[in-house]
């Protein structure tokens, strides 16, 4: 004969009992984690943003906000404008996912921006940002400028600043007051500078610019200096390659100076200006 528990229930097919225990159970567990949470002695190793007033506990974030990062994007103001310069290596955490992304996103006819960080990120915002720009030229009947752009990206990622966003971004453009370069990021940091480069490959890229930068370059040799930046960038830094795309913001708009050229044979193009193959085997032979 079934024997019927106090709290048995027919709509669960007897298991109330068993539900029940297993609530304390966990209840207890939880109790109990929470009292060896506060003993003295208990490593919390912590980290604080300095952008962000949100304290986080270190391993614990979400994989969404520690993926890896990979890119190498750089501008730089001189004389004759602005020249943008951009890999186009796409990596999800170690693996390469694409050779042929376009990391400098043509806002509009005057504006162009390069994209570090998630590229969906990037691209969503941007775009955006274009939509603006347009509705902002259809309501004034004047475009916006370079600075009030990059202003208007600044406040939409302090709206949204320390939920995972990932935005390292270059905006250049020319307006009625000259050409200009700005840097946002997704701390909401908004800069205005002559020479920035974003991304894993960016210190290699430094090297290069605070060698052969200076404001009087020419037009041919700041499109050059820019390749050869981003090529030792993409030499060095595994999460950068691809091909080289720069770009040339002037009085008039922007023009697209190199739509693709392949970082491998930039390779052996510069090793035969320096005498040697391109092999990286030449140093040991003429030493021994």
Same mark, same amino acid.
């Given at each position: 004969m079934l024997q019927l528990y106090d709290d048995y229930d027919p709509s669960t097919f007897g298991l109330a009992r068993s539900f029940n225990y297993l609530?304390? &159970?966990q209840e207890k567990t939880r109790q109990e984690e929470a009292e060896w949470k506060i003993l003295p002695g208990k490593p919390t190793p912590m980290f604080r943003d300095i952008f962000s007033l949100q304290t986080i506990q270190k391993g614990? $974030?979400? &994989? @969404?906000?520690n993926f890896k990062h990979g890119t190498t994007t750089l501008g730089f103001v001189f004389n004759g404008g602005v020249i943008l310069a951009v890999d186009s290596r796409a990596s999800m955490g170690s693996f390469l996912s694409s050779e042929q992304v376009r990391k400098i996103i043509e806002v509009n006819e005057y504006l162009l921006a390069?994209?570090? $960080?998630g590229a969906a990120d990037c691209q969503y915002w @941007?775009?955006?940002l274009a939509n603006h720009c347009k509705q902002y030229e259809l309501?004034? $009947? &004047? &475009?916006l400028s370079v600075a009030a752009a990059s202003k208007y990206l600044q406040n939409i990622i302090m709206s949204y600043r320390g939920t995972g966003l990932s935005m390292g971004c270059m905006l250049a453009g020319t307006d009625d007051k000259g050409q200009y370069l700005f840097y946002n990021d997704n701390s909401g940091l908004r800069l205005s500078g002559k020479i920035f480069s974003v991304g894993s490959g960016s210190t290699y890229a430094y090297g290069v610019l605070d060698t052969y930068y200076h404001d009087g @370059?020419?037009?041919d040799q700041a499109v050059e200096l820019g390749v050869r930046a981003i090529y030792h960038a993409t030499h060095r830094d595994t999460g950068s390659g691809g091909v080289v795309r720069v770009y040339h913001i002037h009085k008039t708009g922007w023009t697209k100076v190199h739509d693709g050229i392949d970082c491998n044979k930039l390779h052996y193009q510069f090793a035969k200006e320096k005498g040697l193959v391109g092999d990286e085997d030449e140093a040991p032979q003429r030493l021994f």
């Amino acid at each position: 004969m079934l024997q019927l528990y106090d709290d048995y229930d027919p709509s669960t097919f007897g298991l109330a009992r068993s539900f029940n225990y297993l609530d304390q &159970k966990q209840e207890k567990t939880r109790q109990e984690e929470a009292e060896w949470k506060i003993l003295p002695g208990k490593p919390t190793p912590m980290f604080r943003d300095i952008f962000s007033l949100q304290t986080i506990q270190k391993g614990q $974030g979400s &994989k @969404l906000e520690n993926f890896k990062h990979g890119t190498t994007t750089l501008g730089f103001v001189f004389n004759g404008g602005v020249i943008l310069a951009v890999d186009s290596r796409a990596s999800m955490g170690s693996f390469l996912s694409s050779e042929q992304v376009r990391k400098i996103i043509e806002v509009n006819e005057y504006l162009l921006a390069t994209m570090a $960080g998630g590229a969906a990120d990037c691209q969503y915002w @941007l775009a955006y940002l274009a939509n603006h720009c347009k509705q902002y030229e259809l309501k004034n $009947g &004047k &475009k916006l400028s370079v600075a009030a752009a990059s202003k208007y990206l600044q406040n939409i990622i302090m709206s949204y600043r320390g939920t995972g966003l990932s935005m390292g971004c270059m905006l250049a453009g020319t307006d009625d007051k000259g050409q200009y370069l700005f840097y946002n990021d997704n701390s909401g940091l908004r800069l205005s500078g002559k020479i920035f480069s974003v991304g894993s490959g960016s210190t290699y890229a430094y090297g290069v610019l605070d060698t052969y930068y200076h404001d009087g @370059l020419s037009v041919d040799q700041a499109v050059e200096l820019g390749v050869r930046a981003i090529y030792h960038a993409t030499h060095r830094d595994t999460g950068s390659g691809g091909v080289v795309r720069v770009y040339h913001i002037h009085k008039t708009g922007w023009t697209k100076v190199h739509d693709g050229i392949d970082c491998n044979k930039l390779h052996y193009q510069f090793a035969k200006e320096k005498g040697l193959v391109g092999d990286e085997d030449e140093a040991p032979q003429r030493l021994f």
